[in-house]
């Protein structure tokens, strides 16, 4: 059977794995020296996808993680490597979740 048989190619599932599934939310995190967290709503998101994160500012240093914790939930963490006290503007946080098949 041809992928002409098959139905349209890309697939609009298809589209959505090259694409990637996207959110973002207005953070303002303050002075962080250990660890504080965001949640960000990405549609489509399910358990076990792939999820990375960024901030619109310079996070000075601080790790940013972010991992799917609920269906169309992205919680992003900000975490300090050595509890320096560090203080963050206001910024934009910006999600993007692959799904894993």
């Known amino acids: 059977m041809s992928q002409k048989d098959k139905g349209p190619w890309p697939s609009p599932l298809d589209k959505v794995r ?10 303002n995190p303050g002075n962080i020296s250990g660890e504080l967290a965001k949640e960000v709503t990405v549609t489509g998101a399910a358990l076990g996808d792939f999820a990375k994160a960024s901030f619109s500012l310079d996070v000075a240093d601080l790790i940013l993680d972010a991992q799917v914790t609920a269906a169309n939930t992205v919680t992003c963490i900000l975490s300090s490597p050595d509890a320096t006290a560090r203080d963050l503007a206001e910024g934009t946080l910006y999600v993007k979740v692959d799904p894993r098949t």
Request: aromatic content about 10%; charged content about 20%.
């Open 18 to 27: 090259e694409r990637g599934l996207t959110g973002s939310a207005t953070w």
